[in-house]
T-cell receptor, first 112, second 114 residues
């Protein structure tokens, strides 16, 4: 079983819609969860992180964490063409809070 | 401006050659990391360092070497033992003062075989 699984893409949504990106993880000791956005040919940039169960909102982005179900998601409201990118989830392992394990990413395309 | 600088942006390696990728940060971060990304894949950890003169292997350290002689610098050498070096290499750093401290990335180096 992979340590982290992201919903298979590519994912396409129309402009203005809500995009939902999902990630499941196998390490129950994982403590912190991160969402990075990576434009084609560029390096990842941090969108937000979450470490408590529930929702965390930052502008058009909402991260949701459910530790019991080992599930973290990212919702993008009012999606814009500029949101088109690959979204990577990552989490700290129970063995070391300093290391991150990354998913393979979900490619999102927002159609004008 | 504070940030993480990787150089060169593109690098070509001949067979049997060692090449070194540079990573410099002026964020005063303690921890630094090297990742490899293959097309359509996530990031895989090569090496990381939490303090000067100390570093640990990540998941795919074979064929790579690092040094951490200065806090701001963490160069990665891709040796001739790495038979499939073509990838996008990313350096990251992180403040290590407790709490949730995310990693931030440089712009990356693309390495190809000639």
């Amino acid at each position: 079983q992979k340590e982290v699984e992201q919903n298979s893409g590519p994912l396409s949504v129309p402009e203005g819609a809500i995009a939902s990106l999902n990630c499941t993880y196998s390490d129950r000791g994982s403590q912190s969860f991160f969402w990075y956005r990576q434009y084609s040919g560029k390096s990842p940039e941090l969108i937000m992180f979450i470490y408590s169960n529930g929702d965390k909102e930052d502008g058009r982005f909402t991260a949701q964490l459910n530790k019991a179900s080992q599930y973290v998601s990212l919702l993008i409201r009012d999606s814009q063409p500029s949101d088109s990118a690959t979204y990577l989830c990552a989490f700290t392992s129970s063995g070391s809070a300093r290391q991150l394990t990354f998913g393979s990413g979900t490619q999102l395309t927002v159609l004008p | 401006d504070g940030g993480i600088t990787q150089s060169p942006k593109y690098l070509f390696r001949k067979e049997g050659q060692n090449v070194t990728l540079s990573c410099e940060q002026n964020l005063n971060h303690d921890a630094m990391y090297w990742y490899r990304q293959d097309p359509g894949q996530g990031l895989r950890l090569i090496y990381y360092s939490q303090i000067v003169n100390d570093f640990q292997k990540g998941d795919i350290a074979e064929g790579y070497s690092v040094s951490r002689e200065k806090k701001e610098s963490f160069p990665l050498t891709v040796t001739s033992a790495q038979k499939n070096p073509t990838a996008f290499y990313l350096c990251a750093s992180r403040e290590d003062r407790g709490g949730v401290q995310p990693q931030h990335f440089g712009d990356g180096t693309r390495l190809s075989i000639l």
